[in-house]
């Protein structure tokens, strides 16, 4: 699929500055805002670079910030009007050590090269954070103004425990705000509706949740010993056990209302005659969609709690010595409607043995889903269908984690969409080696977020 074929409107907004953003974009992946980097230089370069490259926005608004995290303010003439919120995160993940050399161009090189933008954050997610900004920027500095009141928010430490969101959320909740609708990254992309059963059917997805999530310590004690002597088993082999129990005792498959909309949204483009009858009824075929989809190595993430164990550690270095305190770590992403507390339930039930103690070491429960219904989702849809063709935007779900739920105390529309299009080979730098994005793609949602922000928030001279 040519990405590219999906693009419509390219014309518009003829007088936007696409260098320029292109080169603010640059300047900001150059700076190092690594979500384990213990130096505030250069999360304070970045807001020192977000004051000098957008004057209309810092000249309209209030820039505050929150520890690392931002938090900007512009003002709209109609105070009857709820605020709209624009987010993303300023963090960006670390290179693997070892991987780079790997990089066709430096991880923070912010090379443009060949119609491409490169480096870490390209991708996710810093494009996000200066395309809002760029799109009222460029609203604002062509004499419009707002009338519905915007904020922007971005968040320090999203790829690690989301604490700034929750701190920029509890200051506007402690200021009384309520959002009309919050837009986050996530969903977005255009991609093929044949995991959905709609093979030819090109699909964007809306996230309207996303799941919980939960890392489970299981922590087995023993004294250790002689391996000749393993009366009562190893520390291991009870951990290895507990584990296995966990492993071998799945949570329920089940539809939530989200993913019950995917579908109906998707029902009339699909082609196999049994799927189609299944979903010809949502609602009345629930519990047998849920379970096919638990055959699918693609679908099963969306209709059950996932269970991966990932960490352990304790062993002896020598084959022939028993290890004493054993550990292991189980993560758990958890489905629409269920909490941590329901997971370790679950697990105690399942493990049947007090010697094995268990804790959480993060654990949030999934995220409330945000209406499909209302102002922020149509006007969404509106935007992104105004510059993207022969798509069809399905309402989704996130099986990762974002800086949206932390939102969710102050606004009933959490949508989570990034309206950059990338090509397959461009996406796999998301976490990973020579992330990049194309000046056609960035380009391109800038538009979408010029446009929604202008129909959404009422801009007008």
């Not at 066709?104 to 900004?133: C, N, P």
């Not at 993913?259 to 609602?283: G, H, M, N």
């Amino acid at each position: 699929m040519n990405i590219y074929d999906h693009f419509r409107n390219e014309s518009l907004y003829p007088d936007l500055d696409v260098d320029g953003a292109c080169s603010r974009l640059s300047a900001a992946v150059r700076l190092k805002t690594v979500s384990d980097c213990e130096d505030p230089a250069p999360f304070l370069e970045l807001h020192e670079l977000m004051k000098s490259s957008f004057p209309h926005i810092m000249a309209a608004g209030g820039f505050e910030t929150v520890g690392r995290s931002v938090l900007i303010r512009v003002p709209g003439s109609d105070s009857s009007l709820r605020p709209a919120l624009f987010m993303s995160h300023q963090d960006v993940v670390p290179v693997v050590k070892g991987t780079e050399d790997d990089w066709i161009h430096g991880a923070y090189s912010g090379d443009i090269e060949d119609g491409i933008i490169w480096g870490r954050g390209t991708q996710d997610i810093k494009e996000q954070v200066f395309a809002e900004l760029e799109a009222a920027e460029y609203l604002l500095s062509r004499g419009l103004k707002n009338a519905r009141t915007i904020y922007f928010a971005f968040g320090e430490d999203e790829e690690t425990f989301n604490r700034g969101s929750k701190a920029l959320s509890d200051l506007l909740f402690s200021r009384g705000e309520r959002l009309e609708f919050v837009l986050d990254e996530g969903g977005g992309g255009i991609q093929s509706g044949e995991l959905l059963g709609a093979p030819g059917l090109s699909v964007m997805p809306i996230d309207l949740m996303e799941k919980g999530y939960a890392d489970l310590k299981l922590s087995v004690k023993s004294t250790g010993g002689h391996s000749s002597r393993p009366w009562g088993g190893t520390s291991l082999g009870r951990l290895a056990r507990a584990i296995d129990r966990i492993v071998s005792a799945p949570f329920p498959a089940e539809l939530c209302s989200t993913f019950k909309q995917s579908l109906r949204t998707v029902a009339p483009y699909i082609k196999d005659p049994k799927l189609a009858e299944l979903l010809s009824d949502v609602d009345a075929n629930a519990e047998l969609i849920a379970a096919s989809f638990m055959e699918s190595k693609d679908l099963f993430p969306f209709v059950t709690t996932t269970i991966a164990p990932t960490m352990i550690s304790g062993s002896s270095d020598a084959p022939n010595v028993m290890p004493q305190n054993m550990e292991a770590v189980i993560n758990f992403r958890i489905a629409a409607g269920h909490t941590p507390e329901e997971v370790m339930e679950h697990c105690r039930k399942a493990v049947d043995d007090d010697s094995v103690s268990m804790e959480f070491l993060q654990a949030n429960p999934a995220s409330a889903e945000a209406r499909f219904d209302g102002f922020g989702y149509a006007q969404l849809i509106k935007a992104l269908d105004s510059f993207y063709g022969d798509v069809v935007f399905v309402p989704f779900m996130s099986v990762g984690a974002t800086d949206a739920h932390n939102y969710e105390q102050i606004c009933d529309t959490c949508l989570r969409c990034s309206p950059f299009v990338s090509t397959e080979e461009e996406e796999k730098g998301v976490h990973g080696t020579n992330e990049r994005i194309s000046v056609r793609s960035y380009a391109q949602g800038i538009r979408v977020l010029i446009s929604l922000m202008k129909e959404s928030c009422g801009f007008a001279r």
